[in-house]
């Protein structure tokens, strides 16, 4: 069974910084991208960032390009998202999230079969 965990939220000023991390269990870390998505209150989930499992090749949303950094780990099958000068507009619910059935990432919600429970990012200004 897979299950996806994140870690690593909390409150920062902004121009902070974060480590979110996302273990990984149920087998199939190391072949399919790893994803990140957020949703902030009001608003609809949106994809931030992504990483291929074959070659790591990365993906950011364009608000956090120069940033964020995503990772991956597949001796700890884990992916960790390192979030820079973090602004007030990147408070949000963050999610780890995976298809599962493709070697290709996505930017859509609704492409994704696994959630984490996701961890809680706030930026006070």
């Known amino acids: 069974q897979v299950q996806l965990v994140e870690s690593g939220g909390g409150l920062v000023q902004a121009g902070g910084s974060l480590r979110l991390s996302c273990a990984v269990s149920?087998?199939?870390?190391?072949?399919?991208?790893m994803h990140w998505f957020r949703q902030a209150p009001g608003k609809e989930r949106e994809f931030v960032s992504a990483?291929?499992?074959?070659?790591?090749?990365?993906y950011y949303t364009d608000s956090v390009k120069g940033r964020f950094t995503i990772w991956r780990d597949n001796a700890k099958n884990t992916v960790y998202l390192q979030m820079n000068s973090l602004k007030p507009e990147d408070s949000a619910v963050y999610y780890c999230?995976?298809?599962?059935?493709?070697?290709?990432?996505?930017?859509?919600?609704?492409?994704?079969?696994?959630w984490g429970e996701g961890t809680l990012v706030t930026v006070s200004s």
């Open positions: 990483i291929r499992a074959s070659d790591g090749v990365t």
């Open positions: 149920g087998g199939f870390f190391r072949t399919y991208p």
């Open positions: 999230a995976a298809r599962g059935s493709s070697i290709w990432h996505s930017d859509k919600v609704y492409d994704m079969n696994y």
